[in-house]
């Protein structure tokens, strides 16, 4: 059942993307849909697929132009650094506790680390982050928990 779950989702995928109804690109994404599908219940959701709510969907989606904010904060943040030919930059590294129960909230919480510019997870394990942040900034951020708090929201932990 999760493989045809993950199949359809791939498949809608592939129509968004490519946005054509032809019969070759609809035998190629069924085809690619249903052997990613199978790949990925088979080694990466061994376990059961992580499924949300309608409310946590919505408060996922409310999430989304959050982060693209943050991101592009974040960015014209390393760019004033790299431009600047002082190289202002004081790299460190910062361990912070979560109290995310689930590993699709800690995924969620890596990811939205990682996909900021200046910061980047190394190390996860049981709820404990050690992250590498391009200066203080990037440390008092992740530090203050915002966008903890915010996936904590959407995960209802």
Not at 115 to 131: H, K, N, Q, S, Y
């Amino acid at each position: 059942m999760k493989a045809v779950q993950a199949s359809v989702a791939l498949m809608a995928f592939w129509l968004v993307l490519t946005g054509s109804a032809t019969a070759i690109d609809l035998a190629t994404g069924a085809v690619l849909s249903i052997v990613i599908g199978v790949f990925a219940t088979r080694l990466l959701w061994a376990e059961d697929v992580p499924l949300l709510s309608a409310v946590q969907v919505w408060r996922l989606m409310l999430f989304i132009p959050y982060l693209l904010l943050h991101m592009v904060i974040a960015a014209a943040h390393v760019a004033r650094i790299v431009i600047d030919p002082r190289m202002p930059m004081a790299p460190l590294t910062v361990e912070h506790d979560t109290a995310f129960e689930r590993t699709v909230a800690r995924v969620a919480y890596a990811n939205s680390i990682g996909m900021t510019p200046g910061t980047l997870v190394i190390d996860a394990e049981d709820g404990r982050f050690l992250v590498h942040c391009l200066d203080a900034e990037f440390a008092r951020d992740v530090s203050q928990g915002d966008l903890e708090r915010r996936v904590s929201r959407i995960f209802e932990e």
